[in-house]
């Protein structure tokens, strides 16, 4: 993708957590870009290879896994209508992917229409993963998911946990009450409204499929990487989040959709390496390790020092 498109997450030249969110207008939950095609046909790829990891869900969740096949397959046609077309009789759909040349017919909440699950099928048509979380009296709970692009994380591990739990393990948010906030901000979120976060960490190679049970086999090119080799190898991985309240079941749909870009890339933009550097450098050593950069931290600075002195020296 072009560096003109990536979503740089930064805007302060210091490392602060933050929620960060922004309201959408209009909220809508996916984007399609140049690199559709090839990410499509890598999830479609990991689903068949390894169903079972890329895609759980509980019963609970089948009603709004329908409200959300509708609602993602509306929205594509309405943002994109020349790559996407929907058309309704009754209660009888048919989706049109123009970019695959595909053709989708269901009869909506008529499980004996489909194939696959709702979220597993309309999954199949965008970049983004998706997430459902269910809005219960006692909390937001993970009820589904078509987790194709995970940056360490197992969605078997989570299914069926409470949001607080699943972020406990970030350092400082549970004593902090910064997780419980976050929680009630998403509880608050009304019907037919999206958020936008940017989320960042940093990744090896251009993988994005990194999920915690292939760990031996992405993780260990973290000791792999110097200095010499640091721009080519190591990534910066930015995560667009978006949050949106479900009309009719009142659940949250959360959708991912994954960006990389490399550090011979980004150093090209002056202002992004300069504020990504005073980021990597002002890291405290609980999130380095919290996003796995401990290992490579001092080889990133390494090189991003040597990038920014030598572009120094050709102004003089």
């Not at 965008?126 to 969605?155: K, T």
């Not at 009719?248 to 550097?277: A, G, P, R």
């Not at 609980?286 to 990133?300: F, M, P």
Request: proline share 4%; net charge negative.
């Amino acid at each position: 993708m072009s560096i003109h498109s990536f979503p740089f997450p930064f805007s302060k030249e210091e490392y602060a957590y933050s929620n960060n969110s922004s309201l959408l207008d209009p909220p809508w939950m996916i984007t399609v870009t140049d690199d559709y095609k090839k990410e499509i046909m890598l999830k479609r790829k990991l689903l068949q290879q390894n169903h079972d990891r890329c895609f759980r869900s509980l019963p609970i969740s089948l009603e709004s896994q329908w409200e959300v096949l509708r609602l993602v397959l509306h929205q594509l046609a309405e943002a994109y209508p020349s790559h996407f077309s929907l058309s309704q009789n009754g209660k009888e759909f048919k989706f049109q992917n123009h970019l695959l040349e595909e053709e989708v017919q269901f009869v909506f909440r008529d499980n004996a229409s489909i194939d696959l699950e709702p979220l597993d099928i309309v999954g199949r048509h965008v970049q983004e993963d998706l997430i459902l979380m269910g809005d219960r009296s006692d909390g937001l709970f993970l009820e589904a998911g078509q987790l194709c692009f995970p940056s360490n994380w197992s969605l078997t591990f989570v299914l069926g946990m409470e949001f607080k739990s699943i972020h406990y393990p970030v350092p400082g948010i549970k004593d902090s009450g910064f997780i419980e906030k976050v929680e009630r901000f998403i509880s608050r979120i009304g019907p037919n409204t999206a958020w936008e976060r940017k989320n960042w960490s940093i990744t090896i190679s251009e993988k994005l499929d990194t999920p915690l049970e292939t760990y031996a086999d992405w993780g260990r090119l973290r000791k792999e990487v110097t200095h010499e080799n640091a721009g080519e190898m190591v990534h910066l991985r930015v995560e667009v989040q978006r949050l949106y309240r479900l009309p009719i079941n009142h659940d949250i749909l959360f959708s991912i959709h994954t960006y990389l870009l490399s550090l011979e890339e980004l150093v090209q933009h002056e202002q992004w390496l300069k504020m990504f550097y005073e980021n990597i450098r002002t890291l405290s050593s609980d999130i380095a390790d919290y996003k796995g950069i401990s290992q490579y931290k001092d080889e990133v600075i390494h090189f991003l020092e040597k990038t920014m002195d030598d572009k120094e020296k050709m102004i003089r």
